[in-house]
Structures are given as structure tokens and as C-alpha cells.
Nanobody
Framework: QVQLVESGGGLVQPGGPLRLACAAS????????MAWYRQAPGKKRELLAG???????NYADSVKGRFTISRDNAKNTVYLQMNSLKPEDTAVYYC??????????WGQGTQVTVSS
């Protein structure tokens, strides 16, 4: 079992940065692939970035070059550094942990609002 708690959301002006964190507890964090998703009102949940247990990363086209995912296995934490934020980045951001096909966990989400 893995418990995930996101933090770092809030209100930010367009063009500004924000860093989200997802703290994991429970099982062995290092063995899980981690990812960040977001869901805007009326839209489907969207995969933004993923990082494997080995550190390989991938990004959605919508955030490539602006967002960076990283993990600190010693702290059981995965981060999402978001730069050059746009109003369309406004959404609830979720952390996900997955291992194989049997293990898939979600955090409760953190709201990010990009507005002047």
C-alpha cells in the first residue's frame, strides 16, 4: 500500500513558476513509477509527466519544455517543477504511483490556479 500526499498548489500569475511535491509513504517508493496528472473542470484527467523507477522521464506535448518531473528516493518524494505557467494550466493536479498492473495509487489532488 502506498499513500500519496500532494502539496505546493496555489494561485500563481501567468508566466510564473510553481513546484508541486508528492510525498509517498507505505511501501517501497523507489520501486514505483511515478506520474503527475491534471484535471480541469469538464475535462478528462490528463497525463502530464512520468518518471520510472530508474529515472527515465516522459512528458505530454502540452507541457514539454515547461514542466520537469523529478524524484528523490531518499525523501520518498516526487516533484513537478512548472515554469511559464499559463491560464490553461489551471486544474487539480494529481500524483500517481504505479507498479506493474496490480498496483496503482492516487493522491487527493492539489489545486493550481493561474490567473492575474
Amino acid at each position: 500500500q502506498v499513500q500519496l500526499v500532494e502539496s505546493g498548489g496555489g494561485l500563481v500569475q501567468p508566466g510564473g513558476p510553481l513546484r508541486l511535491a508528492c510525498a509517498a509513504s507505505g511501501s517501497i517508493f523507489s520501486g514505483y513509477a511515478m506520474a503527475w496528472y491534471r484535471q480541469a473542470p469538464g475535462k478528462k484527467r490528463e497525463l502530464l509527466a512520468g518518471i520510472t523507477s530508474g529515472g527515465s522521464t516522459n512528458y505530454a506535448d502540452s507541457v514539454k519544455g515547461r514542466f520537469t518531473i523529478s524524484r528523490d528516493n531518499a525523501k520518498n518524494t516526487v516533484y513537478l517543477q512548472m515554469n511559464s505557467l499559463k491560464p490553461e494550466d489551471t486544474a487539480v493536479y494529481y500524483c500517481n504511483a504505479a507498479k506493474g498492473v496490480s498496483y496503482n495509487y492516487w493522491g487527493q489532488g492539489t489545486q493550481v490556479t493561474v490567473s492575474s
